[in-house]
């Protein structure tokens, strides 16, 4: 992939997500987006293209497992380099968050048990938001575990076009912006953060380390389209506007670059401050594709703008 030219990069990117979803599901990519507008936030320039690669990194990052690892408290790492999942551990059994693409699942399973859990134990599946790199193996891991799985009312639409080798998609739960899943002593607050799709669903909870509750935030993209209505842009504009009211001393994210995922890993050391609680950052996201969003806007007609 490396030896690939930027365009070339971007079409078999959105050949990966066209085999993935099947005929008639939402893209999770879209088309590639042009290379315009740039943004500078806090001296690092971004464009959309180079936000995407950010993200999804090549074919080879979206299904290599990435080392399974403690965040805080009750909250693992379970992901591939670029796609995140996420288990949050309890006596009554397990929520995981975001099944990926379907083939990951077995990859998932294995990082699960990696860390000495069960997979089987996953009571609960939630999603961050309906496309086909986060939400895809919905119907495997539901058959392999037996789990619950619950989406944003929102997105339901889009779930059920998803089907991959013509699996239903299973949705036991609609949520709604507010609502509250629980088990075992642990809560998660679904907090509807529409733009990237209808029903993009940040999550928070909280949880223990060293003595001390921390807030964690479990952030669904921010990322817009390369054309904006009104419409969105208003959806956008409230997403930001929730996100930067979240209470947040961890943030985490659909895609681990939204969080310097690996960079953080790295700096994991016993006896040493742990790197992911960092609340300086939690609405860099934000900050970033708020900045994009009226790059965009600037550069559109006078017509498309609100």
């Given amino acids: 992939m ?26 999770a990519q879209g088309t590639p987006p042009p290379d315009h507008p740039a943004v500078t936030v806090n001296g690092k320039t971004y464009t959309p293209r180079s936000i995407l690669a ?51 699942v077995p990859t998932i399973a294995k990082s699960v048990a990696d860390l000495g859990f069960k997979f089987s134990d996953v009571k609960i599946l939630l999603g961050n938001h309906a496309h086909g790199d986060h939400q895809e193996g919905d119907a495997l891991v539901k058959q392999m575990t037996g789990a619950q799985v619950m989406a944003m009312a929102e997105d339901v ?38 733009g990237h799709t209808p029903g993009c669903t940040t999550f928070t909870t909280t949880a223990q380390d ?22 969105l842009v208003d959806q956008f504009n409230r997403a930001f506007k929730a996100v930067r009211a979240l209470p947040c001393d961890v943030q985490l994210g659909d895609h681990g670059a939204q ?16 790197p992911f609680i960092d609340p300086a950052t939690c609405t860099l996201e934000a900050d970033v594709q708020q900045a994009m969003l009226n790059a965009i806007l600037a550069e559109q007609p006078q017509a498309g703008r609100p």
């Fill in 259 to 274: 969080y310097n995922m690996q960079e953080k890993y790295a700096k994991v050391k016993e006896g040493s401050p742990n």
């Fill in 157 to 194: 639409p889009l779930l059920q076009a998803m089907k991959p080798d013509g699996k239903e998609h299973p949705i036991d739960r609609v949520l709604h912006d507010g609502d509250a899943v629980t088990l075992g002593g642990a809560t998660l607050i679904a907090h509807l953060t529409s």
């Fill in 54 to 104: 950010r993200n999804m990194g090549s074919e080879a990052d979206r299904i290599t497992a990435f080392p399974p690892h403690h965040i805080i408290g009750n909250i693992y790492y379970v992901g591939t380099n670029t796609l995140s999942s996420f288990l949050i551990t309890t006596p009554q059994g397990h929520i995981l968050i975001d099944s990926t693409y379907e083939r990951n």
């Fill in 210 to 231: 060293g003595g001390k509750t921390y807030n964690v935030m479990f952030g669904c993209s921010l990322r817009p389209p390369a054309v904006v209505t009104p419409a």
């Fill in 2 to 27: 490396k030896n690939l030219s930027v365009t070339s990069f971007f079409t078999c990117l959105v050949g990966v997500s066209v085999l993935s979803l099947g005929a008639g599901a939402s893209l």
